[in-house]
């Protein structure tokens, strides 16, 4: 309809397409429903053209004469269904012909012929989305959960649309993080420490990977916190004779009391004290002797006070951090302390473990068997826990690809080699660099894909021979699209490696890889932000995937049975079929789940309180608008509307050939629209990357689906013409959402 109006505009007023467009986003003018049925079904006013183009008064009515027969005139009137428009007032009132709309849209759904369109987009390309990727170190967290959501979305968007689509999941086993871990698990190894049953796998392995890093981590806290106490004593001592000096010259009586306070505190080193606790109250002296002086006479003062806070910010920082590794390892300790016992006793030389690390990770990428069975066991562990939990929320993965495969390792070689033949290469002391910067200058591709962004440079090969996760995600580019045979490659991968996957993006272009350049999509998405919360996955403070879905099992359960106690009016209500109460609540809390993790723009910042749950049940409310539709039909049919599709799609056609006339109301119509944006939702999409768009698409239609049920009677109209019509948007609402649960894979109810 808007670009209707803005063609016929355009050629009535004699500007261009794109400033009437920009006056429509500008909301200068603005399609929207009427008020009153007499006045059409939507209207716009045209007052802010009508001034800004000078149009007298008296010459509004051949203005608008001019509009309307444009707009009657115009191919458009058949695409959207117009079948009147009025100019009155400065207001253009359009009439649509809605019962036109239905019959031709309830065949177009009905016989399927809208899904056979739909897929003709894609015509079995091969597409491959690679999404989730998590290292192999802990449980899938609700940041990687995010990106699993939008990504396996995004992956069944593409299959509705026809496209030959795998999904792959890219298992970063050669980074240091995993090297870590797997330290971690050969030492527990050594002293017959294993996974117990008690504990999900990929959680025992996380508690491993967290104590391990919190253990090195606090140890060289340890060793750098006793170096900077000695010169922190001595800083104390310093502040001491400044202040007392600082009093000689100004007299002033608190700068002495200060003097004494930091004096008493430099003998404290010779009793047990506390010393972030002497800075700080020293600080606070400082701080509150500043006020009580006043801006004339605290000048000398504030320069004490500067060069004081910046000798012992980094000690504060420093302790601070500390504290925090032995507030985790005490959690964690708790957790599993047979683990922790060992890797307390065994990693006593931040050094040895860190020397011990990267040797692990040059053994492996030297392909050393024992070390490579280590590692690969280690992963395939933890990814059978990621299994599990990916398998409650319906994610199955096409395929594993290893970082450390053959295939990647031998790309990986080839990638360095090709990058030595490049004009844009740097050696330096055997590492092997791409200038991007340089070719940024020089090359239109790489110049557009950064913008004004600085490239820098991408480390292909460290002076140590070792290779780095950039020039395996090159490799692994290859891979997809010249071994699998992908003609597009969509990344979901955080927008914290935008810059990154630009480079990835460059180096394959400068390789002579231009057509995978071009065809490698970054879907990039911002992380979750946990309201009182804060995620760290090396102090094995996380929250994990598997808790978000048992945490929304909760309330699920408790919403329900505290609804029924209110309703049958007493605490013993009892639940016929536990089972089946169980698997229910678990596709409820799923849909939940999976609801809230695609609710916001990818590219934005996704932030909740995960103690405020019970404010995020949308997708229990599109499921219960589902179920709600079903009943409808089952009622109507007497048989599962879900399992006899095709019989009520011909039914309802035979059913639409018998209405002589169709009236719709307000809410039918609003439901009539709401459905017809379907396939401009998946295009959009498609091509937006807003997979947000596929649940707001969901919500609306069940917002107007709901408004209408309660408005107007279905089964227990009388007139036939209104209740088979009813009957008709029922069953299109309930196909159109089924279509969107299984592109959100929103697990869908029979349950009445």
């Known amino acids: 309809m808007i670009n209707a109006l803005t063609d016929s505009l355009s050629r009535a007023v004699g500007m261009s397409r794109h400033e009437i467009s920009e006056l429509f986003k500008e909301l200068k003018l603005k399609l929207a429903p009427t008020p009153s049925p007499e006045l059409g079904d939507y209207g716009v006013a045209l007052h802010y053209i009508l001034h800004r183009e000078k149009i007298p008064r008296e010459e509004w009515g051949v203005f608008g004469e001019n509009i309307t027969r444009e707009l009657m005139s115009s191919s458009y009137r058949d695409k959207c269904y117009i079948v009147k428009a009025e100019f009155t007032n400065g207001y253009l009132n359009i009439w649509i012909d809605y019962p036109r709309i239905l019959r031709d849209y309830a065949v177009y759904v009905l016989t399927g012929r809208i899904f056979d369109e739909l897929k003709s987009r894609g015509r079995g390309r091969r597409v491959i989305v690679e999404h989730t990727s998590a290292n192999p170190i802990h449980p899938l967290h609700v940041g990687s959960g995010r990106n699993t959501v939008i990504g396996s979305t995004f992956a069944n968007l593409l299959r509705k649309l026809g496209y030959d689509v795998r999904e792959h999941f890219y298992v970063d086993d050669m980074g240091r993080q995993v090297a870590v871990l797997v330290y971690g698990v050969s030492l527990l190894s050594k002293r017959g420490v294993e996974p117990g049953p008690d504990r999900k796998i990929d959680h025992w392995y996380g508690i491993v990977y967290a104590l391990t890093n919190i253990l090195i981590e606090k140890a060289k806290l340890e060793k750098k916190l006793v170096e900077e106490a000695a010169r922190i004593h001595d800083v104390i ?7 007392l000096g600082l009093y000689r010259v100004t007299g002033l009586a608190p700068i002495y009391e200060l003097h004494v306070s930091f004096k008493n505190a ?17 600080d606070k002296l400082l701080e509150k ?15 004490i006070v500067d060069w004081f806070r910046r000798e012992t910010s980094g000690f504060l920082e420093d302790y601070r951090e500390y504290m925090e ?12 302390p047979s683990v922790h016992d060992v890797l307390e006793e065994e990693i006593t030389d931040p050094l040895i473990a860190e020397e011990a690390i990267s040797e692990l990770m040059r053994k492996y990428e030297d392909e050393d068997p024992i070390v ?83 490239p820098g440079r991408f480390v292909l090969r460290r002076s140590d021979g070792t290779t780095l996760y950039g020039t395996r995600d090159v490799a692994y580019s290859i891979y997809k699209f010249g071994k699998l045979g992908a003609e597009k490659v969509y990344n979901v991968i955080a927008h914290e490696q935008a810059r990154e996957q630009k480079q990835v993006k460059a180096a394959l272009h400068l390789l002579g890889y231009h057509d995978y350049a071009e065809k490698l999509v970054h879907l990039d998405y911002e992380m979750v932000n946990l309201k009182g919360f804060s995620m760290s996955s090396r102090r094995g403070r996380i929250y994990t995937l598997d808790e978000l879905i048992d945490d929304y099992v909760e309330i699920v359960v408790r919403d ?67 179920v709600r539709l079903q009943s409808i039909l ?116 029979k349950v009445v």
């Open 237 to 243: 001592s310093e502040a001491a004779e400044k202040l």
């Open 266 to 282: 430099s003998w404290k080193k010779r009793y047990i004290h506390n010393l972030y606790q002497i800075i700080r109250r020293l």
């Open 289 to 303: 002797t500043m006020k009580r002086l006043g801006n004339e006479e605290s000048k000398g003062l504030s320069k």
């Open 325 to 336: 590794y032995v507030e985790a390892e005490n959690r964690l300790g708790i957790l599993e």
């Open 372 to 454: 490579s069975d280590m590692f690969r066991k280690t992963a395939g562990d933890v990814l059978e826990g990621f299994r599990e939990t990916l398998g409650r929320i319906g994610v199955v993965f096409d395929e594993y690809d290893w970082e450390s495969s053959r295939e990647i390792r031998g790309l990986t070689r080839l990638v360095v080699e090709k990058a030595l033949s490049t004009p844009y290469v740097v050696l330096e002391d055997n590492a092997v660099i791409l200038d991007l910067g340089k070719a940024a200058r020089e090359d239109d591709y790489v110049r557009e894909l950064f913008g004004g962004e600085e």
């Open 560 to 626: 329900y049975l505290e609804n029924k106690i209110r309703g049958v009016g007493g605490l013993k209500y009892r639940i016929e079929n536990l089972e089946e109460f169980q698997s229910t609540a678990e596709k409820l809390a799923v849909a939940n789940t999976r609801a809230l993790l695609l609710s916001i723009d990818p590219r934005k910042t996704l932030a909740f309180d995960p103690s405020k749950l019970q404010e995020h049940l949308e997708g229990s409310w599109i499921l219960y608008t589902y």
């Open 634 to 749: 089952r009622k109507h049919y007497g048989y599962e509307p879900l399992e006899h599709l095709e019989e009520i799609g011909r039914d309802l056609i035979d059913k639409l050939d018998s209405i002589k006339e169709i009236f719709l109301e307000r809410s039918e119509k609003e439901l009539l629209e709401s459905l017809l944006g379907y396939p401009e939702t998946l295009l959009t999409v498609e091509e937006s990357l807003e997979t947000n768009k596929l649940l707001e698409k969901a919500m609306d239609i069940c917002m107007k689906a709901n408004k209408f049920y309660e408005e107007l009677p279905v089964l227990s109209e009388k007139d036939r013409g209104k209740k088979y019509t009813r009957l008709i948007l029922v069953a299109l609402t309930m196909i159109i959402l089924k279509e969107l649960l299984e592109i959100m894979k929103l697990p869908k109810l």
